[in-house]
């Protein structure tokens, strides 16, 4: 515990200061070619002139195009040790926003995204929108959806954004390999109550698509019970990764 929190107040020491009703967006990323440039494209289209909204890539240690991609565009491009919650964690001490937005590499923001986080006093997330046309993909989204509304429990997937002071109370991501959204959000639940959205950040189905749809959903219905029943998030990452 004294470790957790040893790190904990670096964290929060680094955090830099803000002085406007500003927005860091932080985009963790590992060999994201295929989906970063399109998700950066449609990003930096959609922003507002002038908004002061910042976007942070912060780069696992990539060997494909990723950074490359990236530099395209007017990104505060980081380094980081491979892992997502390690790498946004490193991305909110550089970042400068009063609002901490996480997003997806393979993402899309809704087009109302802006008002929804500053008019949020802590806390919240979006719906999610699967990007295929397959019938069962609208299945699972509702379904997810469903259950983060009851549960006010969001998965990465879910554009999950915290008030910066808010995110320190919470001592940011929990340094694990997986699970760190859903046990970040169990923290936040706790303190406060989220802002949840209508309009849905759009997610690209390739999970689902390429390794199967039903076989996807049971694997991450699996994982997250495993979670509940305090199966450590290091075992459970062994078994998402497969042999």
């Not at 989906?35 to 909204?53: A, R, T, V």
Request: charged share 25%; proline share 6%.
């Amino acid at each position: 515990m004294a470790a957790r929190r040893d790190r904990v107040v670096a964290v929060e020491e680094r955090l830099p200061e803000t002085t406007s009703r500003s927005v860091s967006i932080i985009i963790p990323a590992y060999n994201e070619a295929p989906q970063l440039e399109g998700s950066l494209k449609k990003l930096f289209e959609d922003l507002p002139e002038n908004s002061g909204i910042e976007v942070i890539l912060s780069d696992g240690g990539s060997t494909d195009n990723t950074l490359a991609i990236a530099r395209k565009y007017p990104c505060k491009i980081l380094n980081s040790d491979i892992g997502r919650s390690r790498q946004m964690n490193s991305a909110c001490r550089h970042a400068n926003g009063e609002f901490l937005l996480f997003l997806h590499a393979d993402s899309s923001l809704p087009d109302n995204w802006l008002n929804q986080v500053l008019n949020s006093p802590k806390w919240g997330f979006f719906p999610v929108k699967l990007s295929g046309k397959h019938w069962l993909l609208r299945v699972i989204e509702r379904a997810i959806n469903l259950r983060s509304r009851i549960s006010r429990v969001a998965t990465g997937d879910q554009g999950l954004y915290f008030s910066r002071s808010f995110f320190q109370a919470l001592e940011g991501f929990p340094d694990i390999p997986i699970m760190e959204d859903i046990a970040i959000s169990k923290r936040a639940r706790k303190l406060s109550e989220p802002s949840i959205g209508q309009n849905p950040v759009v997610t690209s189905s390739r999970r689902w698509e390429q390794n199967g749809i039903i076989k996807t959903v049971l694997l991450m219905w699996g994982l997250r019970f495993a979670y509940w029943l305090g199966i450590s998030p290091d075992r459970l990452y062994r078994i998402y990764q497969g042999p």
